[in-house]
């Protein structure tokens, strides 16, 4: 809608996985680079952790793409794990499996675990390595089930071609839940915190985005800048819906830039209470 106005090709701030709008701070790339040397060296497993709308799930994403151009891997992604123990299992299984694999249908949770184990062997003699990848981890429902994700990572320590890499992706209630667990932590041994953008990150996140967009980096005013920061806390989630709603107040409005009074009026709308930072 408001994408000639502005002189823009694409939104820039939809909160979409598209790879395009990464913002490649030093701690993205860290993240990155840590969880990389994770499954490359076979460590066992990370923890990668974060606020909602930190920016985890884009992270999984630009890892996916690494393993993507890497043969001796296979991945498995699950992305809502919160379900019942047996079909968490069942759909770990059905993606570990070859295509054209009929789907497991009411096998008790032993055998599941038994097929999963029997499927990540099968792998590991073809010279491949499965990550296993959970996002939202801390939605999984039963600790038994993280206890048994645990005693699936023995078959590293039993077998050198079979070993299993599990990247666990979650908001700060998983490390706690972990904390509980120490076999299972002690097995994940690189951990790594998603912060909120700095208010420098912030101004260059948006510019970033405005830029891949195919507009101005300099559409927003430093004081617009500095508002969305206070609001957003350095999320980038909350940046993004921030800074939508001030273009299209801003489309609406007939501006020719993105002001201070502009993004005050967006933060109205999205019923955030203000900061008294921000004046009257």
């Known amino acids: ?6 002189e823009l090709k694409q939104r820039p701030f ?23 040397y994770t499954i490359k060296e076979a460590k066992g497993g990370a ?13 999984r994403s630009l890892l996916m793409e690494r393993l993507n151009e890497l043969d001796q891997f296979q991945s498995v992604v699950i992305t809502h794990p919160n379900l019942p ?19 497991p249908l009411h096998l008790t949770r032993y055998l599941l675990l038994r097929e999963i184990r029997d499927r990540l062997r099968s792998i590991g003699e073809q010279g491949r390595s499965t990550v ?24 590293h320590e039993e077998s050198q071609n079979a070993p299993l890499i599990l990247i666990l992706i ?39 985005r405005l ?5 101005r980096a300099d559409l927003f005013t430093p004081e617009a800048i500095e508002a969305v920061h206070a609001q957003s806390g350095g999320i980038p989630r909350v940046i993004n819906n921030i800074c939508d709603l001030a273009l299209l107040a801003g489309f609406m409005q007939g501006a020719t830039s993105i002001s ?18 921000l004046g009257s």
């Open 260 to 277: 201070l009074n502009v993004v005050k009026n967006a933060i109205q709308e999205l019923q955030i209470s203000e900061p008294t930072s």
């Open 85 to 103: 123990t047996s079909e968490l299992y069942a759909l770990i299984l059905t993606e570990l499996q070859e295509e054209g694999t009929p789907p």
């Open 132 to 155: 296993l990848i959970v996002d939202e981890a801390q939605s999984i429902r039963d600790d038994q089930a993280l206890e048994d994700i645990r005693m699936l990572l023995n078959i």
């Open 1 to 6: 809608m408001y994408l000639a106005h502005w």
């Open 47 to 59: 923890v990668l952790y974060g606020e909602y709308g930190s920016g985890k799930s884009l992270v």
């Open 211 to 215: 830029r891949a967009a195919g507009g």
């Open 170 to 208: 979650g908001q700060q209630s998983l490390i706690d839940r972990l904390a509980n667990i120490p076999p299972l932590l002690q097995r994940l041994p690189v951990r790594w915190r998603l912060m909120p953008l700095d208010a420098s990150q912030t101004a260059q996140y948006i510019a970033h």
């Open 14 to 36: 939809d909160n979409l996985l598209d790879t395009k709008f990464a913002f490649f701070s030093e701690q993205y790339r860290e993240a990155i680079a840590r969880l990389v």
